[in-house]
């Protein structure tokens, strides 16, 4: 059930490509769908910035995964080739702050 008694009929999103949203144009959704829950790899924090273009209207829970990688020492140089980092719990908190979530 979703809010306010609605039925909410969740589907399977296709699998992320690790290469993130710069890989190119992947199936849209309709920005009318219902609420999602959304699994962030923390090394890769441009996901949000495409969902809210594609979806602004969505709700969504932002799941951060692969948090063990923000200390790794390859993860890091691989990212860092890219001129990217994986994100800080401080960047991750004011993002939260920002798209008035709650933690």
Do not use: Y
């Not at 999103?13 to 959304?38: I, M, N, S, Y």
């Amino acid at each position: 059930m979703g809010g306010g008694g609605q039925r909410v009929q969740g589907g399977e999103q296709p699998p992320a490509t690790p290469e993130g949203p710069k890989a190119g144009p992947r199936p849209r959704r309709a920005p009318h769908h219902h609420p999602g829950v959304l699994g962030i790899p923390l090394p890769q924090p441009q996901w949000v910035p495409e969902i809210t273009h594609h979806c602004p209207k969505t709700p969504f829970l932002l799941v951060g995964t692969q948090i063990d990688l923000r200390d790794d020492p390859s993860t890091v140089e691989k990212l860092a080739k890219n001129k990217q980092k994986p994100i800080t719990p401080e960047t991750a908190e004011k993002l939260a702050r920002d798209l008035k979530v709650t933690l």
